[in-house]
């Protein structure tokens, strides 16, 4: 076992304790303490690498050999990003209200700058009240990130390597004990951001709507740049206009407009790639009884090889 392995063994040991004992004087001395350790390289350890499943009709990972509208749009966004003159790294998706598509844009955006294999991006759920990601890459939703703020693990020990996108590496957003809130305003946060930056090309964080609870201005607080979702059957255009007059104009990336009807600027369809059937009449009309409902609506993802 490396040194540097027993190390943050060791201090994993330290850190887990009951919270019911811990004081308010032990948890801030938990928290200094925390806040000075050392940073260690989690490529140095032992990362878990998980392979993803995904339904059917998930609107996650537009990359692989349907070439979508879709992906060449994220493509773009990805290009916008990294020529931003402010050169932000550490990104925080949020949007007006809910279900307006924000975990899905993080995660796509996360997995489009995973695209490029030199590069080490990491997608980290901070919305711990709402936490969907672990649900859509089908992850065990702890550990994750509230278990690091709470000092029961560290953050390297809650890092997941998605096995088809070597590049991603994923945070679920773990259970909080305390209300996100207390979690998220802790000098933890803001070195764990400290820390992502030190580790990864691009950092994406998945986060609760601006606006809603405190959770958005602390998350943003800590990132460089933030990317606001709009989606047009959903986002009440009042709202949203309050919403993109509150943000600081230096930290506005821009917005991304999700789940939007095709524009005649678009590429043509000679520019479009669909997915084809290569399956006779009959193998579509009478699907393999072997073939149990999941299988048939799932797809894996890294099936084929994905340009960047
Ligand atoms: N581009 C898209 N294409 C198809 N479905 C989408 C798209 N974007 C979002 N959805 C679907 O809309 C629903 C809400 O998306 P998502 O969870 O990303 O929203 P959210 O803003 O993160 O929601 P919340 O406020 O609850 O965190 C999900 O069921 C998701 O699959
Ligand atoms: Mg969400």
New binding site residues.
């Given amino acids: 076992m490396s040194r540097v392995f027993q190390a943050v063994k060791k201090k994993s040991a330290e850190a887990i304790r009951p919270s019911s004992e811990a004081t308010t004087a032990q948890r801030e001395a938990d928290d200094a303490r925390h806040c000075e350790d050392p940073p260690v390289d989690p490529l140095a350890l032992n990362v878990r690498s998980v392979a993803v499943h995904l339904p059917l009709r998930s609107?996650l990972f537009p990359f692989d050999e349907s070439g979508s509208e879709?992906a060449e749009q994220y493509r773009m966004a990805r290009t916008t990003i990294i020529q931003h003159p402010g050169n932000p790294r550490v990104l925080v998706v949020s949007?007006a209200g809910?279900?307006?598509?924000?975990?899905?844009?993080a995660a796509n955006l996360a997995s489009v700058f995973a695209l490029k294999s030199d590069w080490r991006v990491l997608l980290v759920d901070a919305?711990l009240r709402?936490s969907?990601v672990h649900t859509h890459f089908r992850l065990s939703r702890t550990p994750g990130l509230a278990e690091a703020l709470q000092g029961a693990c560290h953050l390297e020990d809650v890092l997941i390597q998605v096995k088809q996108f070597p590049s991603l590496y994923v945070i679920p957003a773990g259970e909080p004990k305390v209300n996100p809130t207390e979690l998220l305003d802790s000098c933890r946060w803001a070195t764990a951001c400290d820390r992502f930056r030190g580790y990864f090309d691009y950092v994406v964080v998945?986060s609760?709507?601006v606006g809603a609870v405190a959770d958005y201005d602390l998350i943003q607080a800590s990132c460089d740049g933030v990317i606001l979702?709009a989606r047009p059957d959903q986002t009440k255009r009042k709202c949203f206009l309050e919403v993109l007059e509150g943000i600081p104009r230096e930290k506005l990336i821009g917005v991304l407009m999700?789940?939007v009807e095709k524009w005649f600027l678009w590429k043509q369809p000679r520019y479009r790639y669909a997915y084809h059937d290569v399956r006779s009449d009959s193998e579509k009309a009478a699907p393999k009884e072997t073939d149990g409902p999941d299988e048939l609506s799932r797809r894996s993802i890294g099936r084929t090889p994905i340009s960047p």
């Fill in positions: 609107p879709a949007s809910t279900r307006e598509g924000k975990t899905i844009t919305d709402r969907m998945d609760p709507p979702v999700n789940c």
